[in-house]
């Protein structure tokens, strides 16, 4: 059913007048955002891109020139895609920290030295404020099975200089992280190729 002249006019009049109190409200949420600090960002759960999201983060602060650590927790693999791009960045300190997931390694105390070595990198990257932006990948893991200190993982994040961002990757965040985050998004498995019996594609999965 076509509309009459009148009825086309009136209906774009609506629309006009709804799209005018619409940007009064998001400008006036605009104005009222004002503050500017470092952010704690936290992307989980089981769906596929909680480590391409925080790379294409990484992507759009390093058009800024800002600098960026990335601590690989777990991945013991230096073959990925995002490596070879990112790590040869200029800006850019690539850290592959992990030796394999636990089930592979079998062995918790060799997770626990592993751990805390891995961590002892990103602290000082903690402390560093040249950092703009710390990428800690899978580090959820080293906290829920206990590898490291939360507490102290929580307050060296918590204490770190007020322009930092930092992003961290990881299924199942413990409560005490989402907590201190600024920013959650918790990515859901709706569906995932692998199941399909699709193995890992370059450029995509790795
Ligand atoms: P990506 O790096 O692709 O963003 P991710 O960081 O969300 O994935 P990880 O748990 O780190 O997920 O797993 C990394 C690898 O496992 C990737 O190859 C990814 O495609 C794959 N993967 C992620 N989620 C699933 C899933 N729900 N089922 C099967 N494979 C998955
Ligand atoms: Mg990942």
Redesign the pocket.
Known sequence: MSLTPEQTAEKNARHTTRMARKKAIIDAAIASATDERGLLIVITG????????AFGTMGRALGYGMKIGVCQFIKSRTDTGEEAFFGAQPNVEWHVLGDGFTWDTQNREQDIATAERGWAVATRMLNDPSFDLLVFD?LTYLLSYGYLDNDLVLDAIASRPAMQHVIV???GAMDALIELADTVSI?A?EK?A??AGVK?QRG???
């Open positions: 089981n769906g596929k891109g909680k480590s391409t999201s899978e990757t990881g299924r990515i498995d995932h692998y199941r890992a995509i999965d790795l």
